[in-house]
């Protein structure tokens, strides 16, 4: 839903309420080109809400709530949903507190991982998360969350044990699985459907330090990949193993072929141990096999360039339930085949595979890697033939795979919900959905339409 231009007025900052600490901004405003922009592209709603409260997402949800206008929740700005036009964008990365009892950590729900690990790694804690810095806690972890402590610890949304979430109603509800525990489980991966959720509570883990290490490849890659397939088969879950073969033009991460590994303990000769058969191998360049503090193996991607924003994406992921001789070739193939593409394989199982199926949302635990390549849609870099070759590799995927990771894709595709929530959870999801959000307000998301 767009609004029409007359009801723009009624977004002012004294419509939202007394109580609201927070301001709409609408394109009248002086802030509003800057307030537009977030990480993954610029936004063009009917208003923006920076919310620096609880009680300013209450009034805001309350108002879009009475108007049937869709709200877009942004935090580290990370997803392409932002890009939808229209409705109200939901700005929550004021709420950032990070608060330590014990073990139990409350982030606020614009937090980043970044920030969040740095304040955890002085007192001896970690939680399972992204790879990256500026990566949201909220996005990640309702979307499930595969990071470097997979194996370890599982996922992100894994040690999630409670929320506070503004539902579709404006009420403020305190979410566990014994006050609430199907919304508890809807959290765990469903995406953000169910409401804005304003704080996070995570089980931490005993973490002082971990050993990172990093490889280049410099011989055959399908050879690489699978030696490092065959490492993984038995090994330790403090072993997580990443490989990334990405063009110049991709900041993220050097250009070229490369093997990095996390050991989730500061043991470099443990470390050593569970990487031995890479270690010994002649395709194989270590650069760097050290103790590291875990928020220094974030990666920080540069800040987002309103003036030059980021580029098409055609391509898929898979969570692959074995990464077999075939997968290994089409993925290798297709990297060959677009000098401007990417390919990522991220190792799972331990205690990812600890969860049953039915405990969350998030599908395929049975998988122990999760795949995605595809090729940089750019003017003059992907002609028509490419473009079609990157929908082969998409189908290819489904095909190979046995579940799909719906925080891995720059798409909007509506469609592409059933692909990420196979039948009997997208069921149970839609009955949790009719609860909490009966006139779908959070629909902006890889949506579950209410049952």
């Not at 525990?181 to 704080?199: D, H, Q, S, Y």
């Not at 069921?427 to 209410?450: C, G, I, S, T, Y």
Request: aromatic letters at 6%; a negative charge.
């Amino acid at each position: 839903m767009s609004l029409p231009a007359s009801s723009l007025w009624a977004m002012r900052v004294d419509e939202m309420g007394s109580e609201a600490s927070a301001r709409m901004i609408t394109r009248a405003d002086e802030a509003w080109e800057g307030a537009r922009h977030f990480h993954a592209g610029s936004g063009d709603p009917d208003a923006i809400v920076q919310a620096r409260s609880v009680e300013d997402v209450v009034t805001a949800v309350r108002w879009a709530s009475l108007r049937q206008v869709p709200i877009t929740v942004i935090g580290g700005g990370h997803s392409a949903w932002g890009t939808v036009p229209g409705g109200l964008t939901l700005d929550v990365s004021g709420l950032r507190t990070v608060e330590v009892v014990g073990d139990l950590v409350r982030i606020g729900g614009g937090a980043t991982w970044g920030a969040v690990a740095d304040i955890l790694a002085g007192r001896g804690l970690g939680i399972s998360s992204g790879d990256t810095a500026s990566v949201g806690v909220g996005g990640l972890t309702l979307g499930g969350g595969i990071g470097w402590m997979v194996r370890a610890w599982g996922l992100a949304a894994d040690q999630l044990v409670g929320a506070q979430v503004v539902a579709a109603s404006g009420d403020v509800v305190e979410v566990t699985a014994q006050t609430h525990p199907e919304l508890m489980w809807a959290l765990r991966g469903g995406g953000g459907n169910f409401g804005v959720v304003t704080r996070f509570d995570f089980r931490a883990h005993a973490l002082d330090a971990v050993v990172f290490a990093a490889c280049r490849v410099v011989g055959d890659k399908r050879a690489a990949l699978r030696a490092v397939r065959e490492l993984m088969r038995d090994a330790p879950r403090e072993l997580t193993v990443t490989y990334m073969d990405v063009p110049p033009m991709d900041p993220s991460a050097p250009a070229g072929a490369g093997i990095t590994a996390v050991w989730a303990e500061p043991d470099e000769e443990a470390a050593r141990d569970a990487l031995a058969p890479l270690l010994a191998r002649d395709d194989l360049v270590f650069d760097s096999l050290a103790v590291a503090r875990y928020p220094d193996i974030l990666l920080d991607m540069p800040a987002a360039d309103p003036s030059a924003p980021p580029p098409g994406f055609a391509g898929g992921n898979a969570l692959l339930a074995e990464l077999g001789d075939e997968a290994v070739d089409e993925l290798v193939s297709f990297r060959e085949r677009h000098p401007a593409s990417v390919l990522l394989l991220r190792s799972l199982g331990g205690a990812y595979a600890d969860v049953a199926q039915e405990d969350t949302p998030f599908p395929a635990r049975d998988a122990t890697w999760f795949a995605m390549a595809g090729a940089f849609d750019l003017p003059g870099v992907l002609d028509v033939a490419g473009r079609a070759d990157a929908l082969r590799l998409e189908e290819r995927l489904d095909a190979l795979g046995c579940g799909f990771y719906g925080n891995f894709t720059t798409s909007t595709d509506a469609a592409l919900a059933a692909k990420v929530f196979p039948p009997p959870t997208m069921a149970r999801l839609a009955a949790v959905k009719r609860e909490w959000d009966p006139q779908n307000l959070f629909r902006r998301n890889h949506n579950v339409l209410p049952a």
